[in-house]
Nanobody
Framework: QVQLVESGGGSVQAGGSLRLSCAAF????????MAWFRQAPGKEREGVAV????????YYGDVVKGRFTISQDNAKDTVYLQMNSLKPEDTAMYYC??????????????????WGQGTQVTVSS
């Protein structure tokens, strides 16, 4: 069992930056993948970025490549999402998710078993 707690959301103007954090609690092993998803009102939940704890490999959604960076601090069992050059269309509830798998999973919500409560990010123009 893994519990996830997100923090770091807020409001920012377009072009600004925010850093989200996701702390994991419970049984944490090297085969854990942690990801960020987001969901805007009326839209489906979409994958933003994922990182595989074992080797640090990462994968990003096309809409955030070059602007967002996912990283991890294994000593703290925490994953971060650094978001730069934010746009109004980045406004959404951001969720942290985790799943055990032998390799980095695709960013499909149904592939992730554990979810946090979410943190709101609002970008104004």
């Amino acid at each position: 069992q893994v519990q996830l707690v997100e923090s770091g959301g807020g409001s920012v103007q377009a072009g600004g930056s925010l850093r989200l954090s996701c702390a994991a609690f419970g049984y944490i092993y090297s085969s854990l993948s942690m990801a960020w998803f987001r969901q805007a009102p009326g839209k489906e939940r979409e994958g933003v970025a994922v990182i595989y704890r074992g080797d640090g490999s990462t994968y990003y959604g096309d809409v955030v490549k070059g602007r967002f960076t996912i990283s991890q601090d294994n000593a703290k069992d925490t994953v971060y999402l650094q978001m730069n050059s934010l746009k109004p269309e980045d406004t959404a509830m951001y969720y942290c998710a985790a799943h055990y798998s032998p390799t980095i999973p695709t960013m499909t919500p149904t592939h992730f078993r554990y979810w946090g409560q979410g943190t709101q990010v609002t970008v104004s123009s």
